[in-house]
Structure formats: structure tokens, C-alpha cells
Antibody, heavy 118, light 107 residues
Framework: EVQLLESGGGLVQPGGSLRLSCAASGFTFRNYAMTWARQAPGKGLEWVSLISGGGDDTFYADSVRVRFTVSRDNSKNTLDLQMNSLRAEDTAVYYC???????????WGQGTLVTVSS | IVLTQSPGTLSLSPGERATLSCRASQSPGSTNLAWFQQKLGQAPRLLIHGTSSRATGIPDRFSGSGSGTDFTLTITRLEPEDFAVYYCQQYGSSPYTFGQGTKLEIK
């Protein structure tokens, strides 16, 4: 059974940093690209970032480029999102998902809430 | 690629047919369009990938179609559990954008 468990969310001040993690199980992690998406309170889904299975290729939404960095550890089956220079508009539930590159993201975690506020 | 979904809200009764539209500002490729269902407080659930292929476990009352820049999700014979928000997403060209969503509500 595919399982994705996000962690690391919380309250952070504007300008601060936070690192999200996603622990994956139930599939051969290194064989799949992984996606981060987010959803601000009461709003729609926003695609954030994607990393290829080997980690060599990364892609970002314009809204987070330069500030966010996606990485993965295929030996530990973990996906990370380092978020710097956080803004109020980054407040959202952040989801990790399996796939998303040349194939739809077919399994999603339950999300972790990031709140950027002073 | 900007995805525009219509209508914003669709009010129907159980047993009716729902037709949801997703229009792209440019073609994402005929096989790079997905539909997701999201219920309040839950993660998105993949319904359709490759424009018209149902994901594992999705009932056959859900179907996807389209090509070029116009795509459609059709739900025949609405069940009570189908009332939710639906998103299209293109994964043909980064950034892999979502539409703004269509809320399907009970009339």
C-alpha cells in the first residue's frame, strides 16, 4: 500500500525558514518523480515543485522559485522541501504526491499545514 | 499553461449527469491532462489521467475526454458521494498547473 506522510509544518514568522519532509513507503521510491503542491485556506490547489526520480531534475512554480528547494534521499525514501524567505501568502496545506512528471500524481499524502504569521 | 475551468459552481441532483469543462491556454499534449476530486478536509484523489484513463478503483460513471485545448470530465448518474470540488491539471509542461476548480453541489 502506498503511503505518504508529510511532516514539518507549523507556525513561522515572515522571512523565516521551514523544512518539510515526506516519508514514502509501499512503492519503489527511486523510480518515481515526486510532487509538492499546496492549498491556501479556502483556495484551490497550486502546484509548487517536482523532482525527478534520480533527483537530477527539479522544477518550480514561479511563486516559489529561488526561495524553495526540493530534494530527495532515495536511500531513506524521503522527500524534502526547504522553504526560505517565507511570506504570508505561503500559508497553506502542503501536500506531497507520487508522480507528476509525464504521469499524473496518483497518490497524495494528507498534508501538513504551514502558517506564516507574526 | 493556464487552465480555466467552467462553471465555477454546478448545482445538480443525484442521478443527473454532470459535465465539467477545462480549457487550456495552449495544448498540454493530448495525454497530459488529469482530473482530481477533493472533498472538504481531504487530500486530492486522482480520477482521470491521460485525458481519458480512469485511475485505479474509479467507477465507470466517471469519464474524461478532449484534445488540443478543450477537455471534459463527465459524471453520469451522480451519486451523493460525488458532490465535491474537481480540479483539472496539466503535466505536459512545467509549471504543471491546476485549474481553479469546479464545485459540484447538491441542488
Amino acid at each position: 500500500e502506498v503511503q505518504l506522510l508529510e511532516s514539518g509544518g507549523g507556525l513561522v514568522q515572515p522571512g523565516g525558514s521551514l523544512r518539510l519532509s515526506c516519508a514514502a513507503s509501499g512503492f519503489t521510491f527511486r523510480n518515481y518523480a515526486m510532487t509538492w503542491a499546496r492549498q491556501a485556506p479556502g483556495k484551490g490547489l497550486e502546484w509548487v515543485s517536482l523532482i525527478s526520480g534520480g533527483g537530477d531534475d527539479t522544477f518550480y512554480a514561479d511563486s516559489v522559485r529561488v526561495r524553495f528547494t526540493v530534494s530527495r534521499d532515495n536511500s531513506k525514501n524521503t522527500l524534502d522541501l526547504q522553504m526560505n524567505s517565507l511570506r504570508a501568502e505561503d500559508t497553506a496545506v502542503y501536500y506531497c504526491a507520487k508522480g507528476g512528471w509525464a504521469a499524473a500524481a496518483d497518490y497524495w499524502g494528507q498534508g501538513t499545514l504551514v502558517t506564516v504569521s507574526s | 499553461i493556464v487552465l480555466t475551468q467552467s462553471p465555477g459552481t454546478l448545482s445538480l441532483s443525484p442521478g443527473e449527469r454532470a459535465t465539467l469543462s477545462c480549457r487550456a491556454s495552449q495544448s498540454p499534449g493530448s495525454t497530459n491532462l488529469a482530473w482530481f476530486q477533493q472533498k472538504l478536509g481531504q487530500a486530492p484523489r486522482l480520477l482521470i489521467h491521460g485525458t481519458s484513463s480512469r485511475a485505479t478503483g474509479i467507477p465507470d460513471r466517471f469519464s474524461g475526454s478532449g484534445s488540443g485545448t478543450d477537455f471534459t470530465l463527465t459524471i453520469t448518474r451522480l451519486e451523493p458521494e460525488d458532490f465535491a470540488v474537481y480540479y483539472c491539471q496539466q503535466y505536459g509542461s512545467s509549471p504543471y498547473t491546476f485549474g481553479q476548480g469546479t464545485k459540484l453541489e447538491i441542488k
